[in-house]
Antibody, heavy 120, light 106 residues
Framework: QVQLQESGPGLVKPSETLSLTCIVS??????????WTWIRQPPGKGLEWIGQ???????QYNPSFKSRVIISVDTSKNQFSLKLTSMTASDTAVYYC????????????WGQGTLVTVSS | AIQLTQSPSSLSASVGDRVIITCRAS??????LAWYQQKPGKVPKLLIS???TVASGVPSRFSGSGSGTDFTLTISSLQPEDFATYYC?????????FGGGTEVEI
């Protein structure tokens, strides 16, 4: 059974950088087959794809985040991370990590999500 | 980016009703569309992939159809546990995008 679990701060100050980690079990982030993804959902709103990667391949980012986002991987810990810089109140959201088994497609396993609030 | 427009944005229905939700894309997707169900405070759950392939463990009352720019999610007989918000998602082109959601209420 594949499981994903996000971790990170629940509160970030404006202009600061958000750092989140997703720990994976039941699959390997270094397998080069599954794609690992970040998605977010502002309170009461819809879903927004942030970006994804597969090990050994290119990372795809949503252009709406321009150069603010970095996704990285730590295969030794079987986890991957999200960094989002220059946070503003509009970045307040539940952040999910998810698996895309086929690559550039749909998401079959999701983490529970972590609420990140941007406030001073 | 490809835009997905869902209609209606919300609907009221009763147990046993047939419910149809539509998703229209700003450009052709062939069959590269998925549907998710999200209950309040819960994680989105994959229902349908590739426009009509029902995900493992999803009840047979859920079905998907369509291709190109127009897609539908049908719930043949609404059950109490089906009251939720439903999202479509395209995977034809990066960036992957979601529709705005359809809330199914009692």
């Amino acid at each position: 059974q594949v499981q994903l679990q996000e971790s990170g701060p629940g509160l970030v100050k404006p202009s600061e950088t958000l750092s989140l980690t997703c720990i994976v079990s039941g699959d390997s982030v270094g397998s080069g087959t599954s794609y690992w993804t970040w998605i977010r959902q502002p309170p009461g709103k819809g879903l927004e794809w942030i970006g994804q990667f597969y090990y050994g391949g290119n990372i795809q980012y949503n252009p709406s985040f321009k150069s603010r986002v970095i996704i990285s991987v730590d295969t030794s810990k079987n986890q991957f991370s999200l960094k989002l810089t220059s946070m503003t109140a509009s970045d307040t959201a539940v952040y999910y990590c998810a698996r895309d088994k086929r690559g550039g497609t749909f998401f079959d396993y999701w983490g529970q999500g972590t609420l990140v609030t941007v406030s001073s | 980016a490809i835009q997905l427009t869902q209609s209606p944005s919300s609907l009221s229905a009763s147990v046993g009703d047939r419910v149809i939700i539509t998703c229209r894309a700003s450009q052709g997707l062939t069959y590269t569309l998925a549907w998710y169900q999200q209950k309040p405070g819960k994680v989105p759950k994959l229902l349908i992939s590739d426009a009509y392939t029902v995900a493992s463990g999803v009840p047979s009352r859920f079905s998907g159809s369509g291709s190109g720019t127009d897609f539908t999610l049908t719930i043949s007989s609404l059950q109490p546990e089906d009251f939720a918000t439903y999202y479509c998602q395209q995977f034809h082109t990066y960036p992957l995008t979601f529709g705005g959601g359809t809330e199914v209420e009692i």
